[in-house]
C-alpha cells in the first residue's frame, strides 16, 4: 500500500494551475497525476485512475452556467 496522495488539477486558467502544481510539486507525499483544463477531461481521469484529491476551481464556465448546478 502506497501513502503517496494522488491528485489531479482542475483549472481553465492555465496560469493558475501552474501555480498550484508549483507548490503542490514541493509535498513529497502527494503525486499530481493530471493538470485539466476542464471538467470533462477530470471526470474521464478521475474515471480511469485512483484519484485520492481533487484541486477544483469553483468557477468554471462550462459548469458554471450550466442549468445543472442548481440541482
Known amino acids: 500500500m502506497s501513502n503517496t496522495i494522488k491528485c489531479i488539477i482542475v483549472d481553465d486558467e492555465k496560469m493558475a494551475g501552474e ?11 502527494i503525486e499530481i497525476v493530471k493538470s485539466c483544463s476542464n ?3 477530470a ?7 485512483n484519484i485520492d484529491l481533487v484541486f477544483l476551481d469553483i468557477n468554471m464556465p462550462e459548469i458554471s452556467e450550466s442549468p445543472l448546478q442548481n440541482l
Do not use: Q, R, W, Y
Not at 43 to 49: A, D, E, L, Q, V
Open 19 to 29: 501555480i498550484i502544481a508549483t507548490h503542490v510539486s514541493k509535498i513529497d507525499a
Open 39 to 41: 471538467a470533462i477531461e
Open 43 to 49: 471526470f474521464n481521469c478521475i474515471n480511469t485512475h
